[in-house]
C-alpha cells in the first residue's frame, strides 16, 4: 500500500476528531476501458523445471573457429501464453506479449518499454565489467538458431566466445537461459542485465513511468524485500539471493537460481524524455551457475496461480501492505463473488454490502453514543463555562472533572463511543485499498456505462486541461449528505462549516485512485446514509420524544 494515501487517511480523521476533541464536551484535562482477455486458468499438473539442452562445457566447444552473423537480425518464439521477440544483435529480449492481456486497443500486451531499450539498452543483455568486452558483445550480430522451443545465440571472434541458450515454457510465462562467456578459451564471470524495467506499455505516460510503482525485488529467507526506483540513489547495491527481479503493479520478470545464492546488482538509469529526465531500473544477476543447469525467468502477470506454478514461494511476491491478513480474505471473497456474477464492480458493490451489514452494530453503538451527548450537551456546556473560570491550580478543577463523569454515567454514555467503531473500521478500509490496487484481476475490469476500468480512475469530464473522476465527485455529495444526517455533538456553527471541509478532502484524496477503490467507497456511503436515516427514525431524541408522547395517555389511562 502507499505509504501517502495511509497518511492522507489517517490526517484526515485526526482533523475530524481534532474538532471534535476541541469544540464538544469532554472531560477537563489540561493537556486521524475496455474489458480484459480472461486470464487463463494454468494447468493443475505442475511441469519440471526447464533443462538446457547442453552443458556449460558443451556450450563453449567451438571457441576456436570464428563465428558471427552477417546481419542484424529478430527471432520469433510464439508460445501460446506469450510472444516473445529477441534480437541476435547482443542475444536481447526487445519485446514480450502477453496474449491473455490486453492494451487499450485490444492487442496482446507489451511489458517491453521501446523508448527505455532504445535509450539505455534492452533486457537479457550480457555483460562483463570489461567494457572493451562489453561494447564488443553489445555490437555485433550473433548466429541465431531456433529449433521449436529451443533457441541459441553465439559468436566466436578475437579469441572471445559466447552462447546464450534459451528454452521456453509453452505452459506457463517462464523461460530457462543458460549463459557462458570465455576469452582465449578461459571461462570469464559474466553478468544478465535486466534493463528498462518491465510493466504495462499500454499506461499514459505519466502513469507509465511513475517511480513510486517500479521496485527491483529479491527474497531474503521466505520474505521478499523491495527497492523503489524513487529511493535509488545514484550509487549502486549489491545483494545475494536465490530470487530477484524488478516489478511493476501487475507485472514481474523474476530471476529464478536452480540452487544456492548468486550475487545481484541494482542501480537506476536515466535517459532524456520530452518533458524531462526518466528514470528505470537495471538488475544484473550473476549468469554463473552449475554445470549443466540454468537460470529460470519467470515474465509475466503478478497472478497468484502462474506465480505458484513456475515456484511455490514466488507467489509471496503479491504484497497488499500492512493490512495484508485483510487484504487476502478481501481479495478471496471478491473472487468467489465475481465467479457467480461475472462483473467485478457488481462483486465490489455486494461485498462493500455485506462488511457494512456486519460493521452495522459498530455504527448504531457509534451514533447512539453520539445522539446521547447531544442530550446531555446543556449539562456539559454549562460545567465547561465553569472550568474555563478556574484558574490552572484550582481544585475545584477536579470536582468538575467528577461531575462530568458522573454525567456520563447517569446517561449512560461512553466518551469514545462516537470514535473507536470508526477507528475499528480504519484497517478494513485501508485492506480494501489493498485488495483493490494490487489484485491484477481488476486491471482492464469494467463495471458498466462510462467505467470501463476498475483499476484506473473514471476520467470521462474534461475541463480545459483537467480531466475530472465522476465517482469521485458523487462519492464527494453522498458524504456530504452523510455528514448532514449524522447527528454531531458539535453546535458552533462555525465549526460546524469546517466540518464540511472533510467532503473535499476525501475528494482530493480518491482524485487519483482507482474507480475500484471509489466505488467501494460510495457505495458504503449510500449504505451509511440509508442505515443513518434508519438510526434517526428509531434512536434519535425526537424519535424518542414522540415514542414518549404516545406512551404517556397509556399510563394516564392506566392510573
Not at 497518511?7 to 480484459?36: C, G, H, K, M, N
Not at 566466436?156 to 578459451?185: P, T
Not at 491478513?325 to 481479495?331: G, K, T
Not at 463473488?337 to 455486494?350: C, D, K, M, R, T
Request: proline share 7%.
Amino acid at each position: 500500500m502507499e505509504k501517502r494515501v495511509i497518511f492522507a487517511f489517517i490526517l484526515s480523521f485526526a482533523v475530524l476528531y481534532a474538532f471534535r476533541a476541541l469544540y464538544s464536551p469532554s472531560a477537563p484535562t489540561e493537556t486521524p476501458s475496455d474489458v480484459q482477455t480472461p486470464t487463463p486458468v494454468p494447468p493443475t499438473k505442475s511441469l519440471a523445471p526447464p533443462n538446457p539442452p547442453a552443458e556449460k562445457s558443451e556450450v563453449l566447444a567451438a571457441s576456436t573457429k570464428e563465428l558471427r552473423a552477417e546481419k542484424a537480425e529478430e527471432f520469433e518464439v510464439d508460445t501460446p501464453l506469450y510472444t516473445a521477440t529477441f534480437s541476435n544483435v547482443g542475444g536481447v529480449l526487445k519485446s514480450y506479449k502477453l496474449k491473455a492481456y490486453s492494451d487499450d486497443k485490444g492487442h496482446p500486451l507489451e511489458l517491453i518499454d521501446q523508448s527505455a531499450g532504445s535509450k539505455v539498452g534492452w533486457p537479457l543483455a550480457v555483460t562483463t565489467g570489461d567494457k572493451t568486452l562489453d561494447e564488443e558483445l553489445s555490437s555485433a550480430p550473433f548466429v541465431g538458431r531456433k529449433d521449436g522451443d529451443l533457441l541459441s545465440f553465439e559468436k566466436a571472434a578475437n579469441g572471445l566466445h559466447m552462447r546464450e541458450v534459451f528454452q521456453f515454457d509453452r505452459e506457463n510465462y517462464e523461460f530457462a537461459l543458460q549463459v557462458a562467456v570465455a576469452k582465449d578459451g578461459k571461462n570469464i564471470p559474466s553478468y544478465i542485465s535486466w534493463r528498462g524495467g518491465v510493466g504495462d506499455q499500454s499506461l499514459p505516460e505519466n502513469q507509465r513511468t511513475d517511480p513510486a510503482k517500479k521496485n527491483a525485488v529479491y527474497q531474503t529467507d521466505s520474505a521478499y524485500k523491495r527497492v523503489n526506483l524513487r529511493s535509488l540513489k545514484d550509487q549502486e547495491q549489491d545483494f545475494t539471493t536465490i530470487r530477484a527481479g524488478v516489478e511493476d503493479q501487475y507485472f514481474l520478470g523474476m530471476f529464478l537460481f536452480p540452487d544456492s545464492p548468486a550475487p545481484i546488482k541494482v542501480r537506476k538509469q536515466e535517459y532524456p524524455a520530452p518533458d524531462a529526465k526518466t528514470s528505470v531500473l537495471t538488475l544484473s544477476v550473476a549468469a554463473s551457475v552449475p554445470e549443466g543447469r540454468a537460470i529460470r525467468i519467470y515474465v509475466g502477470p503478478k497472478h497468484r496461480d502462474w506465480l505458484s506454478k513456475a515456484d511455490p514461494q514466488l507467489a509471496n511476491i503479491i504484497d497488499y501492505g500492512w493490512f495484508e491478513f485483510i487484504a487476502r480474505p478481501l481479495v478471496f471473497c471478491l473472487l468467489w463473488i465475481h465467479s457467480y456474477i461475472g462483473n467485478f464492480g457488481w462483486a465490489i458493490i455486494l461485498l462493500t454490502i455485506a462488511l457494512n451489514v456486519v460493521l452495522f452494530p459498530l455504527r448504531l453503538k457509534q451514533q447512539v453514543s453520539m445522539l446521547k451527548m447531544q442530550k446531555i450537551q446543556p449539562h456539559m456546556r454549562r460545567l465547561q463555562d465553569q472550568y474555563k473560570k478556574l484558574k490552572a491550580t484550582d481544585p475545584r478543577r477536579e470536582q468538575v472533572q467528577r461531575e462530568m463523569m458522573n454525567l456520563y454515567k447517569e446517561h449512560g454514555v461512553n466518551p469514545m463511543g462516537g470514535c473507536l467503531p470508526l477507528l475499528l473500521q480504519m484497517p478494513l478500509l485501508f485492506g480494501f485499498y489493498s485488495a483493490l490496487s494490487y489484485s491484477i484481476e481488476l486491471r482492464r475490469a469494467p463495471w458498466m456505462l462510462w467505467v470501463k476500468d476498475l483499476s484506473q480512475p473514471d476520467y470521462i469530464i474534461q475541463v480545459g486541461s483537467y480531466s475530472i473522476p465522476v465517482l469521485a465527485i458523487l462519492m464527494a455529495i453522498s458524504m456530504f449528505v452523510q455528514q448532514k444526517l449524522t447527528p454531531t455533538t458539535n453546535v458552533d456553527p462555525a465549526q460546524a462549516k469546517m466540518m464540511m471541509i472533510m467532503p473535499l478532502m476525501f475528494t482530493f484524496m480518491f482524485w487519483s485512485q482507482s474507480s475500484g477503490l471509489v466505488l467501494y467507497w460510495l457505495t458504503s456511503n449510500l449504505i451509511g446514509i440509508i442505515q443513518q436515516v434508519f438510526i434517526n427514525k428509531y434512536w434519535s431524541p425526537h424519535a424518542e420524544a414522540k415514542l414518549g408522547a404516545r406512551t404517556r395517555p397509556k399510563e394516564a389511562s392506566g392510573s
